[in-house]
């Protein structure tokens, strides 16, 4: 089994920062790519941003220039670096991780971050 457990989220002000953390455990042979999604009250989950195992990186357009990911894979975790919040980013964050186990690849999911902004 794989577990993706997130970190980080809170109330913040329009304006501040926060950065959320995802540490992948259980049998994994390695993790390719891992993302951030998030999803507000009564919409769809979207994806925020990407970073495969080299480094390479994709951002959804809402929140280039913004957010940053990064990944530590010794510690088999990915960060999401969120500034200049707005009162739009307010959703459940979640970790995705596409993981190589000793029986497979497949996709996994955190239980979710809750990342609110309000003044």
């Known amino acids: 089994q794989v577990q993706l457990v997130e970190s980080g989220g809170g109330l913040v002000q329009p304006g501040g920062s926060l950065r959320l953390s995802c540490v992948a455990s259980g049998s994994i042979y390695s993790i390719n790519a891992m993302g951030w999604y998030r999803q507000a009250p009564g919409k769809e989950r979207e994806f925020i941003a990407a970073i495969t195992s080299s480094g390479l990186t994709n951002y959804a357009d809402s929140v280039k220039g913004r957010f940053t990911i990064s990944r530590d894979n010794a510690k088999n975790t990915a960060y999401l670096q969120m500034n200049s919040l707005k009162p739009e980013d307010t959703a459940v964050y979640y970790c995705?991780?596409?993981?190589?186990?000793?029986?497979?690849?497949?996709?996994?999911w955190g239980q979710g971050t809750q990342v609110t902004v309000s003044s």
């Open positions: 995705n991780a596409h993981v190589t186990t000793g029986w497979g690849s497949y996709d996994y």
